[in-house]
C-alpha cells in the first residue's frame, strides 16, 4: 500500500472505500491542539473539534480514536460520517480488539489484568489523569509479558486494551511502579535520563500494534498490524527484547 499524501503524510496501512488506516510515528499528534498552528497531525487540512473530522486536499478524514502524541501505531480514520458513526460505535460497545506493545520498568508477572478506576482532570489545557482509589472500575487492560532484561530491570509487555481511557496505560502502568520508558509526564525521570545515556532512549515506549475490528460495510473481520519503527525496534534489540517472543 502506498502512501496517500492527499490525506495523509503518515504510511497508511490500509485503505479502501470507506477506512483509511495510518501508522502514526511517534511526535505527530492525532488531531491539532486549539488554537496552534503548523503542528503534524496523522490527517491533512483543516480539523472540526465537534465533528472530529478533518478536511483537506483528498476530501474528509473522521478521527474514530487517539492516540497520546507520543505513542506510535495503528490510528483509524473514516472516510464518510456513516462510516464514522458505525466505527464510532463499535468502539463505544468495546467491539475493537487494540493491541499494544510497552517497555516497563520492573516485572509485573508473566500475565494478569489491571482494574482502576481513572479521573481526567483539566488545567491550563493540560490533560491529566490519575488513579482513584476505593471506586469501581472504568479501566481495563490484560497483559502478558514477553520479556524481562534482568541487567536493566526493565519488561516487554504484549497489552490488550479493553477499554480507551485517557493516558490509560501509561497510568495504570505507572501506579503500580512499571513506569512506561521514555514518559515524560507519568514516568521515571531518573532511569528516563539514565536510558537516555546509556541506550539512547528518545521516544515513549508504547507502540498501539494492532486493531481488529468488523469492517463497518463488509462485515468481515480486519485486522491491521502496525511495524514498530526504527528507533524502537532497535532498542528492544540491544535490549534481545522482540514482540516475537
Same mark, same amino acid.
Given at each position: ?20 488506516? $495510518?501508522? %502514526?510515528?511517534?511526535?505527530? /499528534?492525532?488531531?491539532? +491542539? #486549539? !488554537? &496552534?498552528? *503548523? ?56 467491539? $475493537?480488539? %487494540?493491541?499494544?506493545?510497552? /517497555?516497563?520498568?520492573? +516485572? #509485573? !508477572? &508473566?500475565? *494478569? ?51 480507551g481511557r485517557t493516558h490509560q496505560i501509561r497510568v495504570q502502568a ?72
Open positions: 500500500m502506498t502512501d496517500s499524501p492527499a490525506l495523509t503524510t503518515c504510511p497508511v496501512l490500509h485503505r479502501d472505500r470507506f477506512l483509511v488506516i $495510518v501508522n %502514526k510515528p511517534a511526535g505527530v /499528534l492525532s488531531h491539532p +491542539n #486549539p !488554537g &496552534k498552528k *503548523g503542528e503534524r497531525t496523522a490527517f491533512e487540512g483543516t480539523y472540526d473539534l465537534e465533528q472530529k473530522c478533518f478536511e483537506g486536499p483528498g476530501g474528509k478524514v473522521w478521527l474514530i480514536h487517539r492516540l497520546d502524541q507520543d505513542t506510535s501505531g495503528v490510528l483509524l480514520g473514516a472516510l464518510d460520517e456513516k462510516t464514522a458513526e458505525r466505527c464510532r460505535l463499535a468502539f463505544e460497545e468495546d467491539a $475493537v480488539q %487494540k493491541n499494544y506493545l510497552a /517497555l516497563v520498568l520492573g +516485572n #509485573p !508477572g &508473566k500475565s *494478569g489484568t489491571w482494574l482502576d478506576h481513572l479521573v481526567i482532570s483539566r488545567e491550563k489545557g493540560r490533560v491529566r489523569t490519575q488513579v482513584l482509589k476505593g471506586r469501581l472500575p472504568n479501566a481495563e487492560l490484560h497483559f502478558r509479558s514477553l520479556g524481562y532484561h534482568s541487567a536493566q530491570r526493565l519488561s516487554l509487555l504484549d497489552i490488550d486494551l479493553i477499554t505507572a501506579s503500580r511502579q512499571h513506569h512506561l520508558l521514555g514518559d515524560d509526564v507519568y514516568g521515571h525521570f531518573d532511569l528516563n535520563r539514565k536510558l537516555r545515556r546509556d541506550l539512547g532512549l528518545k521516544r515513549l515506549c508504547l507502540h498501539a500494534r494492532a486493531i481488529t475490528l468488523k469492517h463497518p460495510a463488509s462485515g468481515q473481520r480486519l485486522k491491521v498490524e502496525a511495524p514498530l519503527a526504527s528507533d524502537f525496534a532497535t532498542l528492544l534489540e540491544s535490549l534481545k527484547l522482540t514482540p516475537s517472543s
